[in-house]
């Protein structure tokens, strides 16, 4: 298998180049789109999942994949079928969280049917298959895949899985974790956004309207102290789960945001650029080490 993929001359020559295409580019940088379950499923609904959102979403993604090809990544959020997969599992079980590794590999496989369906090169990635935990539950990763994946011009689709710790227990690990994978597994700064159904951290309970415009990782409380209590039917710790994972990307460098997406959104290229040219009309949650509008070392 090795010997047909990775390893080919042809492989490594474009992989190469694009490496140094992405060295001489000053605006080098990956943006991972999450897109939450909360977007095309109802987690109250066992089994929820709508193809017909996920089609619009794909028809945005695969714009954005066309104008910068090797720079997006896809991660995609469980949605009912995700958090079904953990709903009453047994805690004793330490192999318990298995049915995830299928549950999302479906969901995963209704991207890339959707996105393959526009001529796009999307390929799934099994996070499981790139990564361990290590004893404080972050990420060991085999670091190449996804910038190799990047390189070869096709568009990475992930999702959270169960992943293995050092004792062989399995973890059940949400969607919204992966880009803690990612600012590891990456070389180049990573920007995550990441869609779910709110503008961001609304600030004042449910029905809020001022969002919480910027989170410094260091010292995070105001974000904390705005969550309010999770959906029953969540099983990977909902919206906390979420601002955790982000509060630790940016503490490794990543800039991240926290938008609401619109399934009929047709442009979506402001996302790679800089921070300063976004119209600021657009509510969102940005915790990033920066608080300067531009953050980018690159630009
Ligand atoms: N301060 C807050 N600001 C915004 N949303 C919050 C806040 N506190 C809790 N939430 C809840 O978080 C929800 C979004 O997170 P949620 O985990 O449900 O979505 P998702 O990750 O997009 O999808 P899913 O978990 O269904 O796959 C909101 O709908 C809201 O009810
Ligand atoms: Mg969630």
């Not at 945005?60 to 994949?65: Q, T």
């Not at 991660?75 to 330490?94: C, E, K």
């Not at 099994?126 to 004893?135: E, F, H, N």
């Not at 050092?166 to 700064?189: C, I, K, M, W, Y």
Request: net charge neutral; charged share 20%.
């Amino acid at each position: 298998m090795e010997a047909m993929g990775l390893s080919s001359p042809a492989v490594d020559r474009t992989w190469r180049s694009t490496q140094r295409a992405r060295e001489s580019s000053a605006s080098d940088r990956v943006l991972a789109v999450k897109i939450g379950g909360s977007l095309f499923s109802d987690k109250s609904v066992a089994g929820s999942l709508d193809k017909g959102r996920i089609a619009r979403f794909a028809r945005v993604i695969s714009s954005l994949h066309e104008r910068f090809p090797g720079q997006v990544v896809l991660i995609t959020g469980g949605g009912a079928i995700g958090h079904g997969a953990l709903r009453g599992i047994d805690p004793a079980d330490p192999f318990a969280a298995i049915g995830l590794t299928k549950a999302l590999a479906d969901v995963r496989w209704a991207w890339t049917q959707a996105l393959v369906g526009l001529g796009v090169r999307a390929f799934p990635l099994q996070l499981g298959a790139m990564a361990t935990l290590d004893d404080d539950l972050s990420f060991r990763v085999r670091a190449d895949i996804v910038e190799r994946v990047l390189a070869s011009g096709a568009l990475p689709i992930l999702s959270g899985d169960s992943v293995l710790d050092a004792n062989g227990n399995l973890h059940g690990l949400s969607s919204d974790r992966v880009p803690e994978f990612l600012v590891r597994a990456l070389q180049t700064p990573l920007r995550v956004a990441s869609f779910t159904d709110v503008p961001g951290i609304v600030l004042g309970g449910p029905g809020g309207k001022e969002t919480l415009r910027y989170v410094d990782p260091m010292t995070p409380q105001a974000a904390y102290e705005a969550l309010w209590t999770n959906s029953e039917w969540d099983t990977t710790g909902g919206f906390k789960t979420k601002v955790d994972a982000l509060i630790r990307c940016a503490a490794e460098g990543a800039e991240c945001f926290i938008l609401e997406g619109v399934a009929q959104d047709s442009e979506w290229a402001y996302l790679l650029s800089p921070y300063s040219g976004w119209s600021n009309k657009l509510h969102c949650t940005r915790i990033a080490r920066s608080p300067a509008a531009a953050v980018s070392t690159a630009e």
